[in-house]
């Protein structure tokens, strides 16, 4: 219910200023189509309540009702059935009718499409019995040039009024709509792409690679005993840690490598473009870097990183063969002492290593 409630609280606050707008543009074309007539005091005092007091009303009762989404529907079919009144009040005017019908007709659409345009010409034409009661009118066949001036801002101004409130909501839609995507292809602990988006990305540059028959390489990282830093320091130091590395590979990568986390304590990045050596020092200075940093929180921990390195290898046929070789390279960093780099087919961590050594 809280989700119906703010959804037709929303819809209440913009239907409030284009009633008001509307229905002060239709008093002027309904009030010059009954002018002529000579109409009773009465009924100008219910022209000027509908025309001035009745959107405030409208909106009054949208926002306090249980359910203001289903009592603004209402408020809605109101606003046709008086318009059919006052069409059949002006002894069905030719202009001033088909400016009042028409302008409630494009509001019914743009507020429910063409079931809630039938309903809203139900109401319509309820409205228009109700005023032949009351009224008996004849049939006036000609629209003065005063009427049809009078008629001119409820054909031009409210259009435009309608059409500017649904561009807007158009634009916050969409603009929501790509917030979700994102949410959706992000991590949210590290704001790094989550596994799915990566792999999607991966594919991307394997397809490149193939097309244009340039390399690429993979970085496959994994933090070295993470399970004992949750052990030991707790799970609010590994998610530092995580953070931590995150933020390291946004700093420290070009604009067009791609990182992810792959899961866990696994990182993944698409460095496109960069050949195996040069990939491999990028890889290995970011190790170097994480393992000096050090950590508030807890002084005496310590991180290091394995990272496995893959080329982009033209004889494979599907990405996964590319991800499974950087995938042999990360196991053998971290089977052969961790903290290094060691790209497939070398099984050798990587030199700017073992000169530090």
């Avoid at 409630?104 to 659409?109: G, I, Q, T």
């Avoid at 991966?202 to 949750?230: M, P, S, V, W, Y």
Wanted: aromatic fraction near 8%; hydrophobic fraction near 45%; charged fraction near 20%.
């Amino acid at each position: 219910m809280e989700k119906k409630g703010g959804k037709g609280l929303s819809l209440a606050r913009r239907l409030y200023a284009s009633r008001t707008l509307g229905l002060a543009l239709g008093l002027l074309c309904v009030g010059a189509g009954m002018y002529p007539l000579n109409p009773a005091p009465w009924v100008w005092g219910v022209m000027l309540l509908n025309g001035l007091l009745w959107p405030h009303v409208a909106y009054q009762w949208a926002r306090r009702a249980e359910i203001p989404f289903r009592a603004e529907h209402r408020n809605i079919l109101v606003d046709a059935f008086l318009g059919g009144f006052w069409v059949a009040a002006m002894q069905f005017n030719p202009l001033p009718s088909a400016a009042t019908l028409s302008m409630m007709a494009m509001n019914n659409v743009a507020i429910g499409g063409l079931r809630f345009l039938l309903k809203g010409a139900v109401a319509q034409l309820l409205g228009i019995g109700l005023g032949l009661l009351v009224f008996m009118p004849a049939f006036v066949p000609q629209t003065s040039p005063m009427q049809l001036y009078a008629c001119l801002p409820l054909l031009s101004i409210y259009p435009m009024a309608l059409g500017w409130i649904c561009f807007r909501q158009a634009h916050t839609l969409g603009r929501h709509k790509r917030e979700l995507l994102a949410l959706s292809r992000t991590d949210s602990l590290t704001g790094l792409l989550n596994h799915g988006a990566w792999k999607d990305q991966l594919e991307i540059e394997f397809q490149r690679c193939q097309r244009q028959q340039q390399g690429g390489a993979i970085a496959l990282i994994d933090i070295d005993h993470f399970k004992t830093i949750n052990d030991t320091y707790g799970h609010v130091a590994g998610d530092i840690v995580l953070r931590r590395l995150s933020k390291m590979l946004k700093q420290n990568l070009r604009a067009a490598d791609v990182a992810g986390r792959y899961g866990g304590d696994e990182f993944c990045v698409l460095l496109p473009g960069l050949p195996l050596d040069r990939a491999a020092v990028a890889m290995d200075a970011l190790r170097d870097r994480f393992a000096t940093l050090g950590y508030e929180q807890n002084p005496a921990l310590k991180v290091s990183l394995s990272i496995g390195l893959a080329a982009f290898n033209p004889a494979h046929d599907d990405a996964t063969l590319w991800l499974n070789d950087a995938d042999q390279a990360l196991y053998e960093a971290k089977t052969t002492g961790r903290n290094r780099v060691i790209c497939h087919g070398d099984g050798k961590p990587h030199k700017a290593l073992l000169d530090s050594v």
